[in-house]
């Protein structure tokens, strides 16, 4: 039987993971949530949470945020670039209905997906090295 669970290669476990995120990464945010990212050399994309305090007093409510979060992720995780992520609730997302937040992360993913696209470019193919001869 297999898990649907978020492997543990597709998640960021080390403080110095998230220490690099906060110093030199791009950035994308809705109402309820800030996203940083950049890119890794591992073929694949990766997510960090941090959900404070700050959101709401009530660990049920972080945690039903951290669950949107991470199943959010899982449904769109083979279409991302290989990027480091870490995705803040703001306080606002303590009160929003979960339809209503997970409409919000599918609008961060088609940001990143975009700004992605945008930095990298068209790639030109490898080993082609047409000239024109006059």
């Given amino acids: 039987m297999s898990t649907a669970g978020l492997p543990r290669e597709a998640r960021l476990r080390r403080p110095s993971d998230f220490a690099a995120?906060?110093?030199?990464?791009?950035r994308a945010g809705g109402r309820c949530f800030h996203m940083r990212y950049r890119d890794n050399d591992l073929g694949h994309a990766r997510l960090g949470l941090a959900i404070?305090?700050?959101v709401s007093k009530r660990a049920v409510e972080r945690n039903r945020i951290k669950r949107l979060l991470r199943e959010s992720f899982r449904r769109v995780r083979h279409q991302l670039p290989a990027v480091d992520m870490m995705v803040m609730a703001?306080?606002?997302?303590?009160?929003?209905?979960?339809?209503?937040?997970?409409?919000?992360?599918?609008?961060?993913?088609?940001?990143?997906?975009?700004?992605?696209?945008a930095t990298s470019g068209?790639?030109?193919?490898?080993g082609d090295t047409t000239t024109i001869e006059r």
Wanted: aromatic residues 2%; proline residues 10%.
């Fill in 90 to 117: 703001r306080e606002q997302a303590a009160g929003v209905p979960g339809p209503q937040l997970l409409a919000e992360l599918d609008g961060l993913w088609k940001k990143l997906l975009a700004s992605h696209a």
């Fill in 21 to 26: 995120l906060r110093t030199s990464s791009g």
């Fill in 122 to 126: 068209p790639l030109k193919p490898a």
């Fill in 52 to 54: 404070s305090k700050r």
